[in-house]
């Protein structure tokens, strides 16, 4: 319970309405469901909607009806949808829940923003994006748990881009927030801009490479294909994920991709320079890789306090705490964001 | 019991002697130790044979000692050490263990037979690599079950090299090939050359895009680091492996590696002009990695057979039953290198 504003902060503060239920939306659906938490959604799908269904969830395979049913119960709204079905669904939200608060959970967050904007609805917009997954989709994928020690990038472009920032858009950045909490996500706080050039680096192109890899394996034949062992089976594993997520989120963040892929390029010339030699020498690339790996390890690697008998596991990001609409508190967004911080909200 | 030459194919005729206890060697003399076989060994490092030693097995840090030991029982070595250390160890086997055969579990085969060859050894030699490992090194690392259902590649380019192969050479393949069986291994049999064309597109290409990968997100800094999930854990695993190890299968491979690698950046260049476009479009890449990736896992599945209730877990590669010898084998060996198949020595 907040002294100041008398909200106990681990309360979202009105039902959830889910579009989409594949992976992602249909884990956060059970999560919130397990939670006690009123939830309910949508999937365009009729099979996937009649499985979350007989699986006793409170879901539709109509959109108009869920949204009007979103506006009625002035729900929060996440769009659990690729970055292509995106748009279609920000119109069907003006047009049936005009006035829903919203977020999304697609993995490329200034091309939603970007198309929010084109529509005027970012005074009820908060972008998401858990960075959780597997190389399965559909609701047959989805489970409890997912999100569990990932983290949960909540963005806040608009307290900047915004002339005056109005108290029902804290409400939902707080909602969203406390989502994130609610699923056992750590909240970390980026701005659209930010959040590309890093999924870019940690994600889209682990899958390009991985891809590249794949392939050039299969261009090896029978025998390499027979050779190949754990460490090729856990670099290639993202090539597994369905081809039109993967041009969903790489296209969706072409420009950032680019310049990652750049970076990438840069280093494997290099290295291909260094081995075509009378003395190959990669001592550049393994050493540099390796250190950075220990960096990584540090940053992400979970750990059990040795200090406490408690048994939660935390991860080694720093932790800032925060109260949504103090005069501080867009400089502690961009702090974290800086530091790739957790945020605490009380 | 084979009716033709009365040995029971499970056997390894002699004593095994492995030099170097580090991950591959340290994981082998203890799974040779457990199935009863007579086994001893050498490590550099004096704490590390003074380990093994604590834990019950016959370990020395003497080389001299346990090479004329192996002369004595005419032992099978096994060389389990990185590339960089062969030619030295070759050396030692001439003086002081000048009839034993041999075999080598390093991950490049054209560099361990080229220097076999240059000291005329090749009669006594026959090439392994098992396609097994952690990122971990050193015989802190080892363990038992580690070849379980991994690949054990034998090599047999002896045979085509020599003018006439002595009942002797065929008797240390043959022991070499019941040590992959003994150990839970699939056996597939490869010469040096098509083994590291296929190394270099599936383990070592596999390494060189992992350190890229890995700098390239370490460049991003703190808020990237913190944003990397699983997919980036598990692309850049072997980022984590000791340099060192790194460079010496690299290096060792270079010429195969450069090929691998200038069909990985075929991949990419053409990836980025298509990313890089007004309309970005990488439904090839994206395809074409989503099809590899599903031959590899058609191949390197491991299921139950449905047919039988057995509970031996088998891998989709096919088999070939051979026995050494005779007259159609040699013809049998390179089938099965074309087909990637697992052999069956009767």
């Given at each position: 319970m907040c002294n100041t504003c008398q909200v106990t902060t681990k309360d979202i503060s009105r039902p959830v309405c889910i579009l989409g239920l594949g992976l992602i939306g249909g884990s956060?659906?059970?999560?919130?469901?397990?939670?006690?938490?009123?939830?309910?959604?949508?999937?365009?799908?009729?099979?996937?909607?009649?499985?979350?269904?007989?699986?006793?969830?409170?879901?539709?395979?109509?959109?108009?009806?869920?949204?009007?049913?979103?506006?009625?119960?002035?729900?929060?709204?996440?769009?659990?949808?690729?970055?292509?079905?995106?748009?279609?669904?920000?119109?069907?939200?003006?047009?049936?829940?005009?006035?829903?608060?919203?977020?999304?959970?697609?993995?490329?967050?200034?091309?939603?923003?970007?198309?929010?904007?084109?529509?005027g609805m970012q005074e009820r917009y908060v972008g998401s994006h858990p960075m959780a997954g597997t190389a399965e989709s559909g609701w047959k994928a989805s489970q409890t748990g997912l999100?569990?020690?990932?983290?949960?990038?909540?963005?806040?472009?608009?307290?900047?881009?915004?002339?005056?920032?109005?108290?029902?858009?804290?409400?939902?950045?707080?909602?969203?927030?406390?989502?994130?909490?609610?699923?056992?996500?750590?909240?970390?706080?980026?701005?659209?801009?930010?959040?590309?050039?890093?999924?870019?680096?940690?994600?889209?192109?682990?899958?390009?490479?991985?891809e590249t890899l794949a392939i050039v394996a299969d261009h090896g034949g029978a025998l390499t294909l027979s050779l190949a062992a754990g460490s090729f089976r856990d670099a290639t594993r993202v090539a597994g994920t369905d081809p039109a997520l993967v041009r969903a989120m790489c296209e969706g963040n072409a420009s950032a991709l680019v310049g990652a892929l750049d970076e990438a390029l840069s280093i494997l010339n290099d290295t291909r320079a260094h081995l075509d030699s009378p003395d190959p020498n990669i001592e550049q690339l393994a050493d540099n890789g390796y250190r950075s790996r220990l960096r990584y390890e540090a940053r992400s690697g979970q750990r059990r306090s040795k200090e406490s008998v408690s048994p939660t596991i935390t991860s080694s990001r720093p932790v800032l705490r925060l109260h949504p609409g103090t005069p501080n508190w867009e400089k502690q967004l961009v702090d974290a964001e800086t530091l790739g911080a957790r945020i605490e909200v009380f």
């Open positions: 956060l659906l059970r999560d919130l469901h397990a939670a006690g938490h009123p939830v309910f959604g949508y999937n365009r799908s009729r099979s996937g909607a009649r499985s979350a269904s007989a699986e006793g969830f409170d879901v539709s395979p109509d959109l108009i009806t869920t949204l009007e049913r979103a506006e009625t119960e002035d729900a929060l709204i996440v769009l659990a949808v690729p970055m292509t079905a995106v748009k279609e669904l920000l119109d069907a939200i003006n047009e049936y829940a005009p006035t829903c608060g919203f977020t999304d959970v697609v993995s490329v967050k200034t091309a939603v923003y970007d198309a929010v904007r084109e529509r999100f569990q020690n990932a983290v949960w990038v909540v963005t806040f472009d608009h307290l900047f881009d915004a002339e005056k920032v109005t108290a029902r858009w804290i409400g939902i950045w707080k909602d969203v927030t406390q989502i994130g909490s609610l699923v056992g996500a750590e909240v970390v706080p980026a701005r659209v801009g930010p959040h590309d050039a890093a999924a870019a680096r940690i994600s889209h192109l682990t899958h390009v490479l991985a």
